[in-house]
């Protein structure tokens, strides 16, 4: 397993340091820069609520599958609750490249479920720069679940 850990039945996403590292890295330094310039403007103080911000909202991401629960949970972003969804209600994965003036500037891994009220919703797993890398994972993620089908 390249992208998670397996501790019994769950298998928990290991964190994805490529994508976040440098955007991090780059508000991080950008901080340091205006405060070294500028130690009495108000921006030193908004890059570093920004680089806080940026940095917990990395570490609250997670991506859980529970074989013994059947279930994936998914939480992302700063203030993000999270959703569980049950395998049986899970319809398919979908990857989402996002391409600007042909560069990929983002790939993302999709799940669509039917929520518990009936509707088709669609929520975002992973996300990462490569379509390799999320197809590698998307693989994995399908391994995973189909192994929990076959026992």
């Known amino acids: ?4 850990v397996k501790n019994g ?4 996403m290991k964190t994805p340091w490529g994508l976040y590292s440098p955007i991090v890295g780059g508000f991080a330094l950008m901080t340091i820069l205006s405060f070294v310039k500028a130690p009495e403007s108000t921006l030193f103080w908004w890059l570093l609520a920004m680089t806080i911000f940026l940095i917990i909202s990395f570490l609250r991401r997670c ?11 998914v939480r992302q972003g700063l203030f993000g609750i999270g959703d569980t969804i049950l395998i049986d ?3 398919g994965f979908t990857v989402h490249e ?4 042909f560069i990929t500037t983002n ?4 799940a669509r479920y039917v929520n518990n009220k ?8 992973a996300q990462g720069i490569s379509k390799k890398m999320i197809q590698n994972l998307l693989n994995e993620v399908e391994e995973i679940l189909s192994n929990e089908h076959q026992g």
Do not use: A, P, T, W
């Not at 397993?1 to 998670?4: A, E, G, V």
């Not at 039945?9 to 928990?12: I, L, Q, T, W």
């Not at 009936?118 to 797993?125: M, V």
């Open 1 to 4: 397993m390249k992208y998670f």
């Open 9 to 12: 039945n769950e298998y928990k």
């Open 63 to 73: 991506f859980i599958i529970d074989l013994d629960k059947k279930h994936i949970k």
């Open 89 to 91: 209600n899970q319809e």
């Open 98 to 101: 996002m391409k600007q003036l």
């Open 107 to 110: 790939v993302s891994l999709m």
């Open 118 to 125: 009936g509707k088709y919703r669609e929520i975002q797993l």
